[in-house]
């Protein structure tokens, strides 16, 4: 946290006195609901007009605004004629602080375009198309309802989850009235229980096995039978899966829970996925969850393989996430974490070509001096080290102690737990060092996006009126301008090399194969002027191309390249011999 504040303090503008005071204030240890975060996208763009601008690109189910922030310098170009970043989060309703971390990256740059000279290339030339959260309705259900730390997941349109006809009709209920939902628990005569009480905290339940007899059972979170089936809590608000509902590798419901009927079946889905179907310009996608501390990028099931050239620069800056994000792991999502099939980075990259993250925001081993396996999330028992942290760093302000409720189904239970506040998301005086680390991987990925320039071009005189002309073109960033992926699947347009000039007549060109042998070129049988890149330019890497053309010494050449994924660039020179 300290590091995180002095990074922050030392690279922003300093008043009299050694003060900084931001153009926009915005608090970063506390997490916003969804009108909240609608008015923090207003003041930026009230205070930097020429750099934000607001687009509502659909309505959630409940009629709520989707509104993106496009961020960039519009002095040096507009949005679509540079290449982007897409930054997004909170697809499942209960992982609030992605939101705030799309959020902070946007103030960030625009705070630091005068004082940092990567903050002002960034926005000068590239493009951010933010949206900070997919889910608004499951966003606000979190913020304004009782929740578990891991309810409201869904978004809000009705479910049948129980398949019994009726829709969203028995949810968890607050029967204490705090607020929250926490667990049940009822005493039993000793012997018929699967848990007791741990002898040191009674407030933990620990399982019994073998001889051991218990004299309690955990009865789940707190509700009734609503819809009076002789069941609870098993047809709550919604109930389904966002990050399921995308076309690359979707599944049916019953091979994929909350799938939908059909890809982009939801609004929101459907909105997100028309924008950046109309933006061939975004080069670099991340989405941000939570929670366990991972850099995840797909695929999201064994069967599907990657280019490993696109491996390679999933690896190189997976890598440095992992250097910039203590207890952070670079994961592979089918291999590390579990099958998802119809994933949003997983459409992004596979269907659209986009290299693209999914960061699980909060690794709560780091602070909380356990193991993720002791991190569970959303239950009443936790292990001592939860409870630890609860007295020790909390005060008891994120626990509810055990209560006694006559319940109508039940008799006498306890009630109490964890409120929702704990195990996804960073406490309020940890959330400015998680947002700030992952905005500037967030930086990072987007500097790494292509850059391609024209490193030597020269022309050879043949005899007869016919020359040699190679270009060789170089691209020192990780991103090549075109992914294997999107080569290997026809994703998009390809890359475009072309050359003219007055009287000049292009006979044959194309990629030159071997530098000790340059006659040998893959040459198109029409329009050799204007090569089509099908692999772009590689990441950290050169591509050579050749051109016989005829015409006379000192005629003029313009070679121009063009890419979705990158900047367009020229040389312009003469036809001479070197």
């Not at 897409?86 to 602080?97: A, F, L, P, S």
């Not at 955990?218 to 899966?241: A, T, W």
């Not at 592979?332 to 925001?361: C, K, M, P, Q, R």
């Amino acid at each position: 946290m300290i590091l995180s504040l002095f990074l922050s303090f030392a690279a922003v503008p300093q008043e009299a006195g050694g003060q900084w005071s931001p153009r926009v204030e915005i608090a970063w240890n506390r997490y916003y609901d969804y009108d909240s975060v609608l008015e923090i996208e207003r003041k930026l763009a009230e205070a930097w007009p020429e750099f934000v601008q607001l687009q509502d690109i659909g309505e959630s189910h409940e009629g709520r605004p989707m509104r993106l922030l496009t961020l960039t310098n519009r002095a040096t170009g507009t949005h679509d004629a540079k290449p982007a970043m897409w930054v997004d989060g909170n697809v499942h309703g209960n992982e609030v602080q992605g939101s705030e971390a799309a959020l902070y990256l946007a103030w960030w740059l625009l705070e630091h375009y005068a004082t940092n000279e990567r903050a002002h290339k960034l926005l000068d030339e590239r493009t951010f198309y933010i949206l900070p959260s997919q889910n608004p309705d499951g966003r606000d259900h979190w913020f304004h309802a009782a929740n578990t730390a891991s309810s409201s997941r869904t978004g809000t349109r009705p479910t049948d989850n129980d398949r019994d006809g009726l829709y969203d009709e028995d949810d968890a209920n607050d029967l204490d009235g705090d607020g929250e939902i926490t667990q049940m628990r009822k005493r039993v005569p000793l012997g018929e229980g699967s848990h007791r009480l741990d002898l040191v905290d009674p407030r933990v339940m620990i399982p019994v096995s073998g001889k051991e007899q218990g004299d309690w059972i955990m009865l789940g979170q707190e509700g009734i039978d609503d819809d009076d089936d002789g069941r609870i809590n098993e047809d709550g608000k919604g109930g389904y899966d966002m990050n399921r509902n995308w076309p690359s590798d979707w599944q049916p419901n019953h091979i994929q829970f909350g799938a939908g009927d059909y890809p982009f079946s939801y609004s929101e889905t459907a909105a997100v996925g028309r924008f950046l179907l109309s933006r061939p310009n975004v080069a670099a996608v991340q989405s941000f969850h939570n929670s366990g501390g991972m850099i995840l990028r797909g695929p999201g099931a064994d069967y599907v393989t990657y280019p490993r050239s696109d491996i390679r620069v999933y690896d190189e800056i997976g890598a440095e996430g992992e250097r910039m994000l203590p207890f952070y792991n670079y994961m592979i999502i089918h291999a590390d974490l579990y099958t998802v099939h119809g994933g949003f980075v997983n459409w992004t990259y596979e269907g659209l070509g986009i290299f693209s993250f999914t960061n699980e925001l909060w690794a709560g081993p780091q602070y909380q001096g356990g193991s993720s396996s002791e991190s569970e999330g959303g239950r009443g028992s936790r292990s001592g080290s939860q409870l630890e942290w609860n007295d020790s760093v909390m005060l008891g302000d994120i626990y509810t102690g055990w209560k006694p409720y006559l319940h109508p189904e039940y008799g006498e239970v306890e009630i109490g737990g964890f409120k929702r506040q704990h195990g996804r998301v960073a406490p309020s005086f940890m959330i400015e060092e998680m947002l700030h680390r992952n905005a500037m991987f967030c930086a990072r990925h987007a500097e790494e996006i292509a850059e391609v320039s024209f490193m030597r071009v020269s022309s050879e005189d043949l005899g007869g009126g016919l020359w040699r002309v190679t270009a060789v073109l170089k691209n020192d960033k990780a991103m090549p301008s075109r992914s294997a992926m999107a080569a290997q699947n026809g994703n998009g347009t390809p890359d475009r090399l072309t050359i003219s000039g007055n009287g000049l007549s292009v006979i044959a060109g194309g990629e030159q194969r071997d530098r000790f042998r340059p006659e040998l070129i893959d040459s198109p049988v029409r329009r050799p002027e204007r090569l089509l890149l099908d692999n772009g330019v590689p990441g950290r890497g050169r591509l050579t191309i050749s051109w016989l053309v005829s015409g006379a010494a000192g005629t003029a050449l313009k070679l121009r390249f063009e890419a979705e994924k990158a900047d367009a660039v020229e040389w312009t020179g003469t036809l001479n011999a070197e």
